[in-house]
C-alpha cells in the first residue's frame, strides 16, 4: 500500500499527490498508469538486455536468433514501439475504509492461492474446487471447477515466489529503523492526534463446539497444528524423484514439462 502524499524532503510540510498534467485535478491521483507502463517496459527491456549480453538468459530454438546483437537491438526497437498497458485496481466502491485494508493485507501476506475451503474433492486424477464465472451480468457467481490433478499443481506452484523474493518490503519511511519518528512525522504535519494505547481484550476460553447434527457437544480426541509447506514438501511424495512436485523446478535448473521424466 502506497500513501497519496507524504512529508516533504527538508521536513517542512505535507505533500500531497498531483497529477503530473492536470495540476487543478480535484479527484485524488497517486500514479499514472501510462507513465508506469513506460517505466515498466523501459526497467525490462534493459534487464533483459543485460541477461542476454551476459549469457544468463537462454535463447535457443525459434528465439537463438536474437543472440546476435544487431538482430537483439532491433528486436527491441520494434517491442518498444507498442505501449504497454498496466492494470491498477481502485479501492472497493470507489473508496477505501481501514477495514479494507487490513482484509486485503491479511490475505495477501498470510494467504495461499487458494483456500482449503473452496477445495470441494479430489477424486479420478482431477480436482474440483470453487472459483468465480465470466458472467458479468450475473455477478460473477462462483461455480465449481474441475482440473486435471497434474494442471492443478502447475498452477498452484506458479504462486511459488523465486528465491530471494518476499511477499511485502517495508521500506522508505516505514523501514523498522525510521517507521517510529516518520509516523510521528506524518501525525504532526496533519494535525492527527497519536493514537491511545489500548488494554489488549481478555483472553475467554472459547465454547466447545456442538454436533450439527445432534446438537450434543462435542470433545476433542486429538489436537495437531497446521503443518507448514516445509513439512509438507518434506514427506516422500515430494522427495521421490520418479513423482514430480512444486518443489523440482527449485532442484532442477531447467524446466521440465509435464509429465515428469527423471534423470536415467
Aim: glycine share 8%.
Amino acid at each position: 500500500m502506497v500513501p497519496g502524499g507524504g512529508p516533504a524532503l527538508d521536513g517542512g510540510g505535507w505533500i500531497t499527490s498531483r497529477h503530473p498534467t492536470q495540476r487543478n485535478r480535484r479527484k485524488p491521483f497517486l500514479v499514472d498508469n501510462v507513465l508506469l507502463g513506460q517505466t515498466f517496459r523501459e526497467k525490462f527491456t534493459d534487464g533483459f538486455r543485460r541477461l542476454v549480453r551476459r549469457g544468463k538468459l537462454r535463447l535457443e530454438g525459434d528465439w537463438a536468433w536474437l543472440q546476435e546483437p544487431q538482430e537483439l537491438e532491433a528486436w527491441l526497437t520494434k517491442v518498444t514501439q507498442s505501449d504497454w498497458n498496466v492494470f491498477i485496481e481502485g479501492p472497493p466502491n470507489g473508496k477505501s475504509d481501514p477495514d479494507h485494508v487490513l482484509k486485503y493485507l491479511a490475505r495477501y501476506l498470510t494467504g495461499g492461492p487458494i483456500s482449503d475451503r473452496r477445495i470441494i474433492c479430489d477424486e479420478n486424477d482431477h480436482v474440483t474446487f470453487w472459483a468465480r464465472s465470466k458472467d458479468k451480468a450475473a455477478g460473477n457467481p462462483s461455480r465449481p471447477f474441475s482440473l486435471p490433478g497434474k494442471e492443478f499443481v502447475r498452477r498452484w506452484a506458479m504462486h511459488i515466489l523465486p528465491k530471494g523474493y518476499t511477499r511485502s518490503r517495508r521500506f522508505g519511511g516505514y523501514h523498522g529503523s525510521k517507521r517510529k519518528h516518520y509516523l510521528n512525522r506524518c501525525r504532526e504535519l496533519l494535525a492527527i492526534a497519536n493514537p491511545q494505547p489500548t488494554a489488549p481484550p481478555e483472553r475467554t476460553e472459547p465454547s466447545p463446539p456442538i454436533c450439527p447434527r445432534c446438537e450434543i457437544e462435542m470433545c476433542c480426541i486429538h489436537k495437531e497444528q497446521r503443518p507448514s509447506w516445509k513439512k509438507v514438501f518434506e514427506r516422500r511424495i515430494y522427495a521421490d524423484p520418479s513423482i514430480y512436485s512444486p518443489m523440482h523446478h527449485c532442484r532442477y535448473k531447467g524446466f521440465r514439462a509435464f509429465p515428469y521424466e527423471p534423470d536415467g
